[in-house]
Nanobody
């Protein structure tokens, strides 16, 4: 297994922005989707956004219009630009390769913490 590595989290005021990165070696060559999830303390992990090998993307309704997913295939890296952050966005954010058995078989990374607070 080669779990993905998430980075870019931090503490930000409401209305602020952060850009998360997800480096997942092999996802381009193996035609994986990349999916972002988040998990707030005491709550279940929830889906946030995904991007397909051809660049199609989808967003959870709660982040639509505020978050933008993109990728740099050459670096096997996916970004999640988060604007207009709200306190409800506070969570640990995880990315994961999804799709084929190979994609799914590389597990979860450690996540990156996003805290939105005054």
């Amino acid at each position: 297994q080669v779990p993905p590595v998430e980075s870019g989290g931090g503490l930000v005021h409401p209305g602020g922005s952060l850009r998360l990165s997800c480096t997942a070696p092999g996802f381009t060559a193996n035609h994986c989707d990349i999916t972002w999830f988040r998990q707030a303390t005491g709550k279940q992990r929830e889906w946030v956004s995904w991007i397909t090998p051809v660049g199609a993307s989808m967003y959870a309704e709660s982040v639509q219009g505020r978050f933008t997913i993109s990728k740099d295939p050459a670096e096997d890296t996916v970004f999640l630009q988060m604007n207009g952050l709200k306190s409800v966005d506070t969570a640990m954010y995880f990315c994961r390769r999804t799709g084929s058995n190979w994609c799914e078989g590389n597990g979860w990374g450690q996540g990156t913490q996003v805290t939105v607070s005054l």
